[in-house]
């Protein structure tokens, strides 16, 4: 779960530049189209069975639906609004609506390790924006594309927190990314699709790379897998993690070093899901 944040807190930047190269939709068609190709690898290689259980149908078609719908949202987020206040609004807003989610469908009242774990987190991820000196970013017109992409993120936990009682979590995600392949391209113009292949160079093809196969088809299907062992609530804890693993890649790979209040509320982050996920006494 750590690495697969660490990936995402970098998936902000690769996409962003992704955005550049066409429309949200055709953009996403091709992110679906290369994680759908590279998890089709990856269970050819384990010798996985590509069958699934008709039990598990439903909850399929729906988390697909949702799954694309997310993706689009979150492009036409890039497109339109602030990566970086984009990215910390979706970080602290998706762990808390997944919980509050969860509660509400399980009548469940929530604990004090939940209650403090998501306080601190809302803290920390105040303090990462820099809220004192950027409200109105992050409540910018674009960005309602990120709440809306949190809302349907907090939906799709739910489901994908079911494919484990129908079979293997990869082989469902696998045929997920391959449903989403095909609704997105109900959706998109021959036109522009070409177009993007047209403007496409190495820059493009590496960052569709890194979006699709590494942090796609792996570190978002080990998030599936893990919200299947962990639940919904606990996995999306993890989320938290992002803008600091975003920070701390920055300062590795580009030699920007973190500001105070990066350290601080990546720290807090830290701490809220330790708190979430520590077993209450």
Request: charged share 10%; proline share 2%; with cysteine.
């Amino acid at each position: 779960m750590v690495a697969s944040m660490f990936c995402w807190g970098l998936s902000w930047a690769s996409a962003k530049v992704l955005g550049s190269y066409g429309s949200a939709l055709s953009i996403s068609l091709y992110r679906y189209s290369t994680t759908f190709i590279s998890l089709l690898i990856m269970l050819l290689v384990m010798r996985k069975n590509l069958s699934i259980k008709q039990s598990g149908l439903k909850d399929l078609l729906i988390a697909s639906s949702i799954l694309a719908l997310y993706f689009y949202l979150f492009f036409k987020g890039l497109e339109e609004g602030l990566a970086g206040a984009g990215g910390v609004l979706v970080t602290i807003l998706n762990p808390i609506i997944s919980y509050l989610l969860m509660l509400a469908i399980s009548w469940k009242k929530p604990s004090r390790n939940e209650v403090l774990g998501l306080s601190i987190g809302i803290i920390a991820g105040l303090i990462l924006v820099k809220v004192w000196d950027q409200s109105n970013n992050i409540l910018s017109a674009g960005n309602i594309y990120f709440l809306l992409a949190s809302i349907s993120w907090a939906v799709l936990s739910v489901f994908t927190s079911k494919f484990s009682k129908h079979g293997s979590p990869l082989v469902y995600s696998f045929w997920m990314y391959g449903i989403c392949c095909c609704i997105t391209l109900l959706f998109t113009s021959s036109i522009e699709n070409a177009s993007v292949l047209e403007k496409a160079d190495a820059l493009f093809w590496g960052n569709l790379f890194f979006s699709a196969t590494i942090t796609t088809a792996m570190a978002t299907t080990f998030y599936f897998v893990a919200t299947s062992k962990l639940g919904a609530s606990k996995a999306s804890s993890f989320i938290f993690l992002v803008p600091f693993t975003a920070s701390m890649g920055s300062w590795f790979f580009l030699g920007e070093v973190p500001q105070t209040h990066t350290i601080v509320g990546g720290i807090l982050g830290i701490v809220a899901v330790y708190i979430l996920n520590r077993k209450q006494h």
